[in-house]
């Protein structure tokens, strides 16, 4: 402690002479964790939470600013810019709000939907079975298209519905998280574009953006939500949503009363708007340390081509699938072209059980994670391959990923 | 530029070979931030956020880790058991939640009014409008006792207005931070006991708790919501409720549906009851690092009796209080007596504005902060004085905030 103490002392009289007590501060630290270090970080390989740049991480403990000062209303007013570059979007309306992903759907369902008004769900697991539940909470009539467990539902089903009634809105899971399956989000809106143009299109894109391509403008896409943990590569507690111009203008002509206070988009529309003009407002306060952690990664994330980020993303997820398939195991996803490229939802060998596998890969210092979907939870694993493990990889993330789940399956005594 | 790429190859060398690469990322870090320091940090000395302690903006930066992961659990579950430690509460349920304080007010009036129900508002400024606002939004009759700008309405007022009807809850804002006014939450518990026992008692905590005595079993309160980044000491992002054992009852009972997707207790209790017994559980991603955060500065807050701490807050706001006076400045509030001690809302002398003593307060490395309250925002400022700038008195700030007050308004020809 001795050592520690003089450390400590050193920094308080370096502070008052020099200044540099953010310096010192951050060396004493790292001191401190290496006394307290027992064991090694464990990669995090799940579906979200992904790996966090230390750049980012370093924003997340920028010293305490106020979120209306000259310094940081800049940071939120290029994060909004930068969205709508990831986007590729030039009209489309970043917002930026403290909360989860899921607090996106609130914001679909309490401002675009009025009470009694038709959306149609498009259903590949856990996440379309909530989106729903959440739509129905704020008094929507919903319809869903769903298919089995790894499949998604063909164009021609959906056109079949769509055309059945008005639908005021559909909503398309990307990617659901829980099964690892992705829909071809272009190919639906270019549909509901013929069949029913009036129908707004609702991307959650929660597990896809940053990860696959989204292109708001030329898709006609009406609202992408997300949220800060998956190919965003910012720690959770951000939901970020991007509406259209069209959408905003239904928000602004509904009849009835927008149904939630802290999603309503009457509150966060003029903070986004006088951001952007890098001008401070306020309705409640925003989570400075994570929108700066949001731009570092934002201006990271933007500094390459983003086609070459999508092109990485699906190179590594098939170099992924490849290797997990000649281990002769087997996909939630029926067909490789209906796979995710941010994720990997696999099959237990027969024998072998989360109880077994998981803790197993543990020991390797990697995290993966257990089921979601409900109806085969116990039945299969998920790998995350977003962000700076698919675009650095000199890191080695991904190798050493797949090294530890074939040397836990031979551990655990399977043979292909 | 060769000097970083050494140490950045020596880091990555280090890593290989020792793995102790937490540690020399930090120093390099340390060294980088060195060579981009232009200007030294602001003091944060508004009323929310305030500064945070070294410690906590470490755990901000905690590397990747899953919601679910053994490390994470434990931390979790023990902030929960902390916030019952905080708010002196045996069976009070504590929620820790992604969003902004703002957020608590939707999960008190979807979750606990129904559409129909009357519900007092005790209004003592901005916070108290928005809380009505709210409250509205859900479907709740709303009547309110509101004082003058400086005031707070009186125990008879209140007593008055409480027997008119039955109301299903009475919401009290603790301090509004836009006048910086205070009222008596045990005394008007206590009222609220004895004229209407059966309306719950709701306190708006954002701006007192961790600063202001609460107490919610010996006061009888039903729900204390405040967030992170006010005198508990953890950046914004955190929406933090504790719900008494009668309010979760009064919630399961309910007889009309929740009105909130993303706010419904439905979904956010099994996931508290989960961490706190050392599971993991899952409805949406929680904030990992802030909930990190939260942890460590909830053990440096517990680690001295919480006495000790609000008297603390108690002095320091009277020296605050007796220096700006001496100044012959007048407070918002109309009286000491119902002055909040976390912090100071002050009218401009004669002759000063905002755009002159704002920038000239931070001119010396202080920020404070403009008026809120609508029909005066543009005569008044706050100065927040709360967590560690009060309970470690050697780090200077208040001196520093006092002194850079008193000098910037000299430099504006101010005289007493």
Same mark, same amino acid.
């Given at each position: 402690?001795?050592?520690? %103490?003089?450390?400590?002392?050193?920094?308080?009289?370096?502070?008052?002479?020099?200044?540099?007590?953010?310096?010192?501060?951050?060396?004493?630290?790292?001191?401190?964790?290496?006394?307290?270090?027992?064991?090694?970080?464990?990669?995090?390989?799940?579906? =979200?939470?992904?790996?966090?740049?230390?750049?980012?991480?370093?924003? /997340?403990?920028?010293?305490?600013?106020?979120?209306?000062?000259?310094?940081?209303?800049?940071?939120? =007013?290029?994060?909004?810019?930068?969205?709508?570059?990831?986007?590729?979007?030039?009209?489309?309306?970043?917002?930026?709000?403290? +909360?989860? +992903?899921?607090?996106?759907? &609130?914001?679909?369902?309490?401002?675009?939907?009025?009470?009694?008004?038709?959306?149609?769900? *498009?259903?590949?697991? !856990?996440?379309?079975?909530?989106?729903?539940?959440?739509?129905?909470? !704020? +008094? @929507?009539?919903?319809?869903?298209?769903?298919?089995?467990?790894?499949?998604?539902?063909?164009?021609?089903?959906?056109?079949?519905?769509?055309?059945?009634?008005?639908?005021?809105?559909?909503?398309?899971?990307?990617?659901?998280?829980?099964?690892?399956?992705? *829909? &071809?989000?272009?190919?639906?809106?270019?549909?509901?574009?013929?069949?029913?143009? &009036?129908?707004?299109?609702?991307?959650?894109? *929660?597990?896809?953006?940053?990860?696959?391509?989204?292109?708001?403008?030329?898709?006609?896409?009406?609202?992408?939500?997300?949220?800060?943990?998956?190919?965003?590569?910012?720690?959770?507690?951000?939901?970020?949503?991007? @509406?259209?111009?069209?959408?905003?203008?239904? !928000?602004?002509? %509904?009849?009835?009363?927008?149904?939630?206070?802290?999603?309503?988009?009457?509150?966060?529309?003029?903070?986004?708007?006088?951001?952007?003009? %890098?001008?401070?407002? !306020?309705?409640?306060?925003?989570?400075?340390?994570?929108?700066? @952690?949001?731009?570092?990664?934002?201006?990271?994330?933007?500094?390459?081509?983003?086609?070459?980020?999508?092109?990485?993303?699906?190179?590594?997820?098939?170099?992924?699938?490849?290797?997990?398939? @000649? /281990?002769?195991?087997?996909?939630?996803?029926?067909? %490789?072209?209906?796979?995710?490229?941010? /994720?990997?939802? *696999?099959?237990?060998?027969?024998?072998?059980?989360?109880?077994?596998?998981?803790?197993?890969?543990?020991?390797?210092?990697?995290?993966?994670? =257990?089921?979601?979907?409900?109806?085969?939870?116990?039945?299969?694993?998920?790998? +995350?391959?977003?962000?700076?493990?698919?675009?650095?990889?000199?890191?080695?993330?991904?190798?050493?990923?797949?090294?530890?789940?074939?040397?836990?399956?031979?551990?655990?005594?399977?043979?292909?």
């Amino acid at each position: 402690m001795s050592t520690f %103490r003089f450390l400590y002392n050193f920094r308080i009289g370096f502070n008052k002479k020099f200044g540099v007590v953010n310096i010192l501060n951050n060396c004493y630290k790292s001191i401190r964790i290496l006394s307290t270090m027992t064991t090694p970080h464990k990669l995090c390989m799940v579906p =979200g939470p992904v790996e966090f740049h230390e750049d980012v991480l370093t924003s /997340m403990s920028t010293p305490s600013d106020s979120h209306v000062s000259p310094s940081f209303i800049p940071i939120f =007013g290029e994060s909004i810019e930068l969205l709508r570059k990831l986007f590729f979007t030039n009209k489309g309306q970043p917002f930026i709000v403290s +909360g989860s +992903g899921t607090l996106g759907w &609130d914001m679909v369902a309490s401002n675009l939907v009025e009470p009694g008004e038709d959306v149609l769900v *498009v259903n590949t697991g !856990y996440f379309g079975d909530s989106f729903y539940e959440c739509l129905k909470v !704020y +008094g @929507a009539k919903v319809t869903q298209a769903k298919a089995e467990i790894g499949d998604r539902p063909s164009l021609e089903t959906i056109a079949d519905i769509l055309i059945s009634k008005k639908f005021k809105a559909i909503t398309i899971t990307h990617v659901d998280t829980s099964t690892g399956v992705i *829909v &071809d989000v272009k190919a639906i809106a270019e549909l509901v574009k013929q069949k029913s143009p &009036d129908t707004l299109i609702i991307v959650d894109g *929660v597990c896809s953006a940053g990860a696959e391509e989204i292109r708001v403008d030329e898709w006609g896409l009406d609202v992408v939500l997300t949220a800060s943990q998956k190919a965003l590569g910012v720690p959770p507690g951000l939901s970020i949503v991007i @509406a259209s111009e069209r959408a905003i203008g239904v !928000y602004k002509q %509904r009849k009835s009363p927008i149904t939630s206070y802290y999603a309503s988009w009457a509150h966060w529309l003029p903070i986004m708007i006088a951001y952007e003009s %890098r001008k401070g407002a !306020y309705f409640a306060t925003p989570p400075v340390q994570l929108i700066y @952690a949001l731009n570092t990664s934002l201006k990271l994330i933007t500094s390459i081509p983003l086609e070459t980020r999508f092109q990485q993303h699906k190179e590594t997820s098939n170099r992924v699938k490849d290797t997990i398939e @000649a /281990m002769g195991l087997r996909f939630i996803p029926k067909s %490789r072209e209906i796979a995710a490229n941010g /994720m990997t939802a *696999v099959y237990y060998p027969e024998g072998i059980q989360a109880l077994d596998l998981l803790p197993k890969v543990a020991g390797h210092n990697i995290l993966i994670a =257990g089921g979601l979907h409900k109806s085969i939870a116990s039945k299969y694993f998920r790998i +995350g391959h977003m962000g700076i493990s698919v675009t650095e990889p000199n890191r080695g993330h991904i190798d050493k990923t797949i090294e530890s789940l074939e040397i836990s399956l031979k551990e655990l005594g399977y043979k292909k």
